[in-house]
């Protein structure tokens, strides 16, 4: 009986190092240019590939000027269905968002807090060894807490709240190089 739990012991070893050493820890950074070209925010995104169809993935948008400020944060994890940095991808993730947002017609400028989780799904198109290019989109959803202002420079506040919100988030046109 102690042969066959050895030999199994060692049977699950040999899978599990054969899992592990398959290829799949690898690195990736990208960008998505999608945000620079629609509001001018940099943003880096950086994954950690640790199984054949799971990634952990952390990333970082700032935009100090402009129309859309914010700065937000964000980690979250990646299933690919055939083979990371690969094909089809489903992401959850958790974010949090400073922002002040302005409108250009009616001068009514917002600025507060998002926390929330997020959705979104898509696909990567492998380009070469290294280089991908993501497409997708999705949505997040949580808690927000603002302060609306009626114009950019008086001050005057008009409003103030919170409250749950739905927003599109992450439309992408990514560029990702991957170590």
């Not at 030999?7 to 799949?24: D, I, T």
């Not at 990634?55 to 980690?75: C, E, F, I, M, T």
């Not at 489903?90 to 400073?98: F, G, L, W």
């Not at 949505?139 to 008086?154: E, I």
Request: glycine share 12%; proline share 2%.
């Amino acid at each position: 009986m102690k042969k066959y739990l050895i030999v199994a012991a060692l049977l699950a070893s040999a899978v599990a190092l054969a899992e592990a050493g398959a290829g799949a820890q690898e690195l990736s950074l990208s960008t998505n240019i999608a945000d620079y070209a629609r509001t001018g925010t940099a943003n880096v995104e950086a994954s950690y590939g640790f199984s054949r169809h799971w990634s952990v993935n952390a990333g970082v948008k700032y935009d100090p000027l402009g129309q859309y400020r914010q700065q937000l944060y964000s980690l979250g994890s990646r299933y690919w269905p055939w083979h990371i940095y690969s094909g089809w991808w489903m992401c959850a993730k958790v974010q949090y968002q400073e922002f002040n947002e302005s409108e250009s017609v009616t001068l009514v400028t917002s600025e507060g807090d998002r926390y929330g989780a997020g959705l979104s799904a898509g696909y990567s198109k492998m380009l070469g060894k290294h280089f991908n290019i993501d497409v997708g989109a999705g949505l997040w959803t949580g808690y927000s807490k603002y302060t609306s202002y009626a114009c950019p420079t008086c001050g005057r506040v008009t409003g103030s709240g919170d409250g749950t919100f739905l927003l599109p988030h992450d439309i992408i046109f990514a560029l990702s190089y991957i170590f």
